[in-house]
């Protein structure tokens, strides 16, 4: 990943610049800090978020103490140059206060990437009470089968007029369609991904 020159694109001429951190999965914002040089080179040489505090007057990596460092995904300076937008990845709370952002808001991940993460966990640990490893071990073809069954039974669902039940059988579609995913090595913002391609182009 390439990150800002700060010599050449970022104008520190006022000393700090103010700097937005948001979540680089969910999009939400989660803190307003401030850097001078000194921080924004840390921040990129450890690839953690670091500020300048104007309280403490020196430099403050989020997460020092707590350990809920803000780890730098990417980095996107404003029109003016003087201000940035940091995309990182949290490793806890950000909030001094417990809270998931400095405005109390819920930092909650999307429930379909809940879901992804949670069916990659029960097969990379292998949980072998779990429906989901279980079938991931009989192999591509049983995963494909189940997915083709369930896309039949939603389809037989579609033409009634009973909601639960087709919301059911789409959401065993949607599940099953998230393990197929996994085993062939994508995920699902992969494919979100492509859709984007396919709607600019």
Known sequence: MK???????????????PVIVQDSKTNKVLMLGYMNQEAYKKTIEEKKVTFYSRSKKRLWTKG??????????????????????????????????????????SNRMNFLFYLENLIS????????????FQLFKKGINRISQKLGEEAVEMIIESKDNNSVSFLNESADLLFHYLILLHSK????????NFLEKRHIN
């Open 121 to 132: 966990n029960r097969i990379n640990k292998k949980y072998k009470n779990s429906y989901v």
């Open 3 to 17: 990150f800002l020159n700060q010599e050449t694109e970022i104008n520190f001429q006022k000393g700090l610049i």
């Open 185 to 192: 090595g994508f995920t699902i913002q992969d494919v979100i």
């Open 64 to 105: 020092e103490v707590s350990k809920n460092y803000l780890l730098i995904k990417d980095v996107l300076i404003d029109c003016d140059k003087d201000s940035l937008l940091i995309k990182a990845e949290p490793k806890g709370p950000i909030c001094h206060k417990g809270t998931d952002t400095c405005w109390k808001e």
